[in-house]
């Protein structure tokens, strides 16, 4: 990369930087930082002169109209290389790691989401202000042939390898009738058309924006499905909602909003933009042979299948094709696979509860050294569920400290089960009887895993043969 030392040394005056490669994702474009004192720069080469040129362009008119992205402070005569600010390593796709991981989103990282969703409208309404979409790279709308492309590309580099049987005329029919849909309403809006977590990076706790040299003059929904439903983001139904929200609330600065309408128009581009991922994935994962994209797949089909559950009327045959494809047994291992806890009170006397699931039982939590209600006779006829046995227990404090102690621990198996994609973990806390601390505990812990993680989580009180269970949220 001697051109980029040379641009470097030229537009700074300092020479012999350290050259620091940096990983890259999807594009062929090679980006690495180079560092002399204090000062660093982010060196790309790209190469496509054309695709250069669109990005430097748009991150020009961008920084004009006040958007957040890195300036481009210097560019090759060839247009193949370019320095841009740096803009460090925080990267919101890695700050959210916690929640992608296990689907449950800390205060912090949620902030981050939305912090950086209600910054979408602007870009997409101050980002066309004045923009000359001639400089769009490969095109400069969002129209009938790039949506064809995508479609085709989903069909060509996905579907077909599957080694799936399809009629082509049928499939290109639904195809022809999406593009349809899509296009119904133009809007002068730009469409960054790769608007994800992983293309975010945080500057003193600002969203700044890169990767936009994709983009065009195209509908808003788009960049709100592929930052919503990203495939490996994780978020579920609930957080989404919010987020929307929030992006809802943005975009009412510059139109009205119909709130149903724009989520039925929403959906539709949730799944163009989902097969559009799944055809990026088969051609980058399985014909250029890189992992990351084969790892992604299960997490757009899994997409893919939750939103195929309330169908698609209006494509009949390729809804057909979209779910006989996720059911191949080849895909067997991607279904989602969630955790369900269980929670046991039980009677020592009477034996520590079997595991039904066949994996040889967890943990089990002896509450014998607590205080004993049960050795008074007024509290012979309620369980650790009643008022009176509650407030015995509480009092006395012994049982506090107990699941203080041991609900941490809970916590971190249930992460790592979460992480690891295990289905089944057992608790169990017994007692002399089975009917005062045992009880109080199990049902004390039960609510705390429903509440902190909004897992199924179900509780058995074996020895009041009571059952009670916490739905996923």
């Not at 139904?237 to 909003?257: C, F, G, M, N």
């Not at 012979?380 to 509480?394: C, M």
């Not at 699941?403 to 289905?423: A, C, G, S, W």
Request: hydrophobic share 35%.
């Amino acid at each position: 990369m001697h051109k980029l030392i040379t641009l470097f040394t030229s537009h700074t005056g300092q020479a012999n930087p350290t050259l620091e490669a940096l990983p890259s994702s999807g594009s062929n474009r090679r980006y690495f930082r180079l560092t002399k004192g204090n000062t660093k720069l982010i060196g790309v080469y790209g190469e496509s002169r054309e695709e250069n040129r669109a990005f430097i362009s748009l991150a020009n008119h961008f920084l004009a109209q006040g958007l957040n992205v890195p300036k481009v402070v210097a560019v090759s005569a060839d247009e193949l290389f370019y320095l841009q600010e740096d803009l460090g390593d925080r990267v919101l796709f890695d700050l959210i790691k916690g929640g992608r991981t296990t689907g449950v989103f800390s205060h912090e990282e949620k902030e981050l989401l939305h912090k950086t969703i209600s910054l979408l409208a602007d870009f997409q309404y101050l980002g066309a202000r004045g923009l000359d979409f001639s400089i769009c790279y490969p095109l400069p709308e969002f129209n009938h042939r790039s949506v064809m492309w995508d479609l085709n590309y989903f069909k060509y580099s996905f579907l077909k390898t599957t080694g799936m049987e399809f009629q082509e005329d049928l499939l290109e029919n639904d195809f022809e009738k999406m593009a349809g849909t899509l296009l119904k309403d133009a809007t002068e809006t730009f469409m960054y058309r790769d608007f994800q977590s992983r293309n975010v990076m945080l500057v003193d706790g600002n969203p700044f924006f890169i990767d936009f040299q994709g983009g065009r003059k195209g509908p808003l929904y788009y960049d709100v499905a592929s930052f919503l439903w990203q495939a490996k983001a994780n978020f579920p139904a609930e957080l989404r909602d919010e987020l929307i929200i929030t992006y809802i609330d943005s975009l009412k600065k510059y139109q009205p909003v119909n709130e149903s309408a724009f989520l039925n128009r929403l959906r539709q581009f949730v799944l163009f933009r989902t097969l559009q991922v799944l055809g990026a994935y088969g051609f980058r994962g399985y014909f250029e042979k890189k992992p990351h994209f084969i790892q992604s797949v299960p997490f757009a089909l899994n997409n893919l299948r939750e939103l195929l559950k309330d169908g698609f009327d209006e494509y009949p045959y390729l809804i057909r094709i979209l779910n006989e494809m996720t059911d191949l047994k080849q895909f067997a291992d991607t279904q989602k696979r969630e955790l369900e806890v269980r929670v046991y009170s039980f009677a020592y006397k009477k034996g520590i509860p079997n595991d039904q699931s066949g994996n040889g039982g967890g943990y089990v939590f002896d509450c014998r050294a607590i205080n004993n209600p049960g050795k008074y006779e007024r509290y012979n006829n309620v369980t650790g569920l009643d008022e009176p046995v509650i407030k015995f227990l509480e009092e006395d404090g012994e049982i506090i400290s107990f699941l203080n102690n041991i609900n941490p621990l809970i916590d971190q198996h249930v992460k790592r089960y979460m992480e690891r994609n295990f289905t089944n973990l057992m608790i169990s806390f017994g007692c002399t009887g089975g009917q005062h601390r045992s009880v109080y505990a199990a049902q004390q812990v039960a609510e705390h895993i429903s509440a902190k993680f909004g897992i199924r989580v179900s509780l058995i009180h074996r020895e009041q043969n009571l059952e009670q269970e916490f739905r996923k949220r």
